[in-house]
């Protein structure tokens, strides 16, 4: 079994972050969804689980943290092309998040954009050219 993440993320609105996370590109996992979570696939290896309040706070043992005013972590999408980030972005606006919510940041070999869910959790899409990045400089 290859490794995985599960990234747990307390949600207002299961119903409402389903479709946002279906608009971004996930797919809904019904074997592990039900009226407390909703199982995003993003790939074969990283799974959103989309969890109540509630149901969130009986794995917790810190308070919730209010995720509209406060950032805990950045969630960084790996893009296969500066256009996939702009189309990422664009469908997070469109699905009820914010898009642009900090500069958008083009340094030639790297590019991202920023949006938040409608819970506020900041996602950071990035394109990186790979060979751009790790060819050496000269000084």
Not at 16 to 39: L, V
Request: charged fraction near 20%; aromatic fraction near 10%; include cysteine.
């Amino acid at each position: 079994m290859p490794k995985m993440i599960f990234i747990n993320l307390p949600v207002q609105n299961i119903a409402a972050a389903t479709r946002f996370y279906e608009a971004i590109g996930c797919k809904k996992n019904e074997q592990f969804s039900d009226e407390n979570a909703s199982s995003m696939v993003w790939s074969d290896t990283i799974t959103f689980q989309l969890l109540a309040q509630d149901y969130f706070a009986t794995f917790a043992t810190k308070p919730i943290a209010n995720s509209q005013e406060t950032v805990g972590m950045l969630i960084a999408l790996s893009c296969e092309s500066r256009e996939e980030v702009d189309t990422i972005t664009k469908a997070a606006a469109a699905a009820g998040g914010k898009a642009d919510i900090r500069e958008p940041q083009d340094m030639g070999f790297m590019y991202l954009r920023s949006f938040e869910d409608p819970d506020g959790h900041v996602f950071e899409p990035a394109w990186m050219d790979m060979g751009a990045a790790s060819a050496p400089t000269s000084e």
